[in-house]
Structure formats: C-alpha cells, structure tokens
C-alpha cells in the first residue's frame, strides 16, 4: 500500500507558478513511476506528467511541456510538479498518483492516488 497527499495547490494569477508537492508513505518509493492528473470541473481527468521510478525519463501532455516540469526526491519519497506560465485554463484539482513498472500518460495504469488539491488560476 502506498499513500499519497498532495501540497502546494492555491489561487494565483495567470503568468504566475505554483510548485505542487506529493508525499508518499508506505511502501518503497522508488519502487513506482509517479504521475500528475487534473480534473477541471465538468471535464474528464486528464494526464499533465509522468516521472520514471528515479526520474531518468519524463513524459508531459502538450499542454503542458514546455511550462511544467516533475521531478523527485526518493529520499524524500515525494514527487513534485513545478508549474511556471500557469495560465487560467490551468485550473482544475491536481492528483497524484503511483504505479508499478515504467511511467505512463494512463490513468488507468495508476494503482494509488492521492485526494488531490486544488489548483486556482485567475485571469
């Protein structure tokens, strides 16, 4: 079993960044590729970025790449989500999630998400 809660959500403006931070508890850290997911209201859950289990490799949604970054700290056992040039399209609730095996853009894939948090961007 593996627990994640996320940090770092807000309101802020557009052009503004907002570093998001997942800890993880339980199980080893290392041993899941982590990913980043948002759901705006009335939207469907969509990827943002995935981290490979000791952050070699990294995928992000178009949407986002360029202005996102993930990253790791398996000493810390948390993953972050640096997000720069947030824009207010941006807003949605920001989840964390884990799985076994290699980094993926598949929610389904994901065995344990956190309970997200929100993020806010205004124009």
């Known amino acids: 079993q593996v627990q994640l809660v996320e940090s770092g959500g807000g309101l802020v403006q557009a052009g503004d960044s907002l570093r998001l931070s997942c800890a993880a508890t339980g199980r080893t850290f290392s041993s899941y590729a982590m990913g980043w997911f948002r759901q705006a209201p009335g939207k469907e859950r969509e990827f943002v970025a995935s981290v490979s289990r000791f952050g070699s490799a990294t995928i992000y949604a178009d949407s986002v790449k360029g202005r996102f970054t993930i990253s790791r700290d398996n000493a810390k056992s948390t993953v972050y989500l640096q997000m720069n040039s947030l824009k207010p399209e941006d807003t949605a609730v920001y989840y964390c999630?884990?799985?076994?095996?290699?980094?993926?853009?598949?929610?389904?894939?994901?065995?344990?998400w956190g309970q997200g948090t929100q993020v806010t961007v205004s124009s």
């Open positions: 999630a884990a799985k076994s095996g290699v980094r993926s853009s598949r929610g389904n894939e994901y065995e344990y």
